[in-house]
């Protein structure tokens, strides 16, 4: 089993430096994926309101054997209930759903600035955490202006900002705003989801100088800058290929080939945190 190295975040809490993504894992195949990732050593799971899979992520939880205070379980709150009563009615729902009696991590999904209503779901998590319903909490796609408002008007700094990160899509200027907050960012999509990123020339000969895999190269970009990436895998050997990455380090020559990769129109689904609704 792999030991994972883990990040200390501005709450005082830890976090593995790697996780497993759980997109698209329901039901009993659902299940059995999750089981084997943390049988190999996988103790972030990823979830959201959004994946309807609550209780496959639950019951894989229950059925590992695995102590449940060594597994980190995150969720995130969906655009139709920033409302701040309907978000601390979510997050009590989703804990039975879960079958869990607190969150290690829960953030803000998307923050929908035409709604204007991400800071009272920011204060609904702030209220939760309180409670003693989660431990940690962040939000994902917050851009710096969405950042600024809620920390100015609730004076809590988020402890998580999930981002779209990979060579199509560096986001480093985001990567730093968050860095110069003290906000520990984490990758989705890290491996380019549903699209031929690996399949990139450049990646294939800087991992076979490596001797490593296109995917290896993939996450160490993000372990290596300090992100927290969270590939999904169904198959154990992709789940054990993933988390060999903390053994080896991508030299300069290595970084610069990278950054050629990146693309203006480099997301993978156009989703700008400005005007992406996802309800």
Not at 138 to 165: K, Y
Not at 198 to 227: C, D, F
Not at 256 to 268: P, Q, V
Request: hydrophobic share 40%; net charge negative.
């Amino acid at each position: 089993m792999t030991t994972i190295p883990t990040y200390q975040l501005n709450d005082g809490n830890t976090i593995p430096a790697i996780g497993f993504g759980t997109f698209r894992l329901s039901g009993e195949r659902g299940v059995t994926s999750i089981v084997s990732a943390l049988h190999l050593g996988y103790r972030l799971l990823d979830a959201a309101f959004i994946y309807e899979n609550e209780g496959s992520v639950g019951e894989a939880v229950r059925r590992c054997g695995i102590p449940r205070d060594e597994i980190l379980i995150s969720s995130k709150l969906p655009g139709r209930h920033h409302v701040y009563k309907q978000a601390r009615r979510i997050i009590e729902e989703q804990l039975f759903r879960f079958g869990l009696d607190h969150f290690d991590v829960y953030l803000i999904h998307w923050p929908i600035p035409r709604l204007e209503l991400y800071p009272q779901a920011w204060q609904a998590l702030i209220d939760a955490k309180a409670a003693g319903l989660i431990r940690t909490i962040g939000v994902s796609n917050f851009l710096p202006e969405h950042l600024d408002r809620i920390i100015a008007e609730t004076g809590v700094t988020p402890s998580l900002n999930q981002i779209e990160r990979h060579p199509w899509w560096p986001s480093d200027d985001l990567l730093a705003a968050n860095v110069e907050r003290g906000i520990q960012v984490e990758a989705w999509s890290p491996l380019g989801r549903m699209t031929d990123l690996r399949e990139e020339p450049i990646l294939a000969k800087i991992a076979a100088r490596h001797g490593r895999t296109p995917s290896q190269i993939l996450l160490r970009l993000q372990v290596q800058a300090g992100v927290i990436p969270l590939p999904k895998a169904t198959s154990p050997e992709r789940q054990a290929e993933n988390l060999q990455v903390f053994d080896f380090e991508l030299t300069a020559e290595d970084l610069a080939e990278i950054a050629t990769m990146a693309r203006e129109d480099g997301r993978i689904t156009n989703a700008d945190p400005m005007t992406f609704e996802q309800m």
